[in-house]
């Protein structure tokens, strides 16, 4: 394996280093999202039986 071809490969295995982490950084960017949304739901159904519906 010649210089070239090493180098060649070494940047192919940074892009895909980068990429995989860029892909990893997003589901956590996500799951961060949907966990908050998840408190926030929580957080309104604890309030239920606790205040009276005067629009049913």
């Given amino acids: 394996m010649d210089i070239t071809t090493a ?3 070494m940047n192919q295995a940074n ?3 980068e990429i ?3 892909v990893l950084k997003k589901v956590l960017d996500i799951t961060t999202e949907q ?3 998840l408190v ?3 957080a309104q159904q604890s309030g239920v039986g606790q205040r009276v519906d005067l629009h049913a």
């Fill in 7 to 9: 180098a060649i490969a």
């Fill in 15 to 17: 892009i895909q280093n």
């Fill in 20 to 22: 995989g982490t860029s």
């Fill in 35 to 37: 966990g908050a949304e």
């Fill in 40 to 42: 926030k739901i929580m």
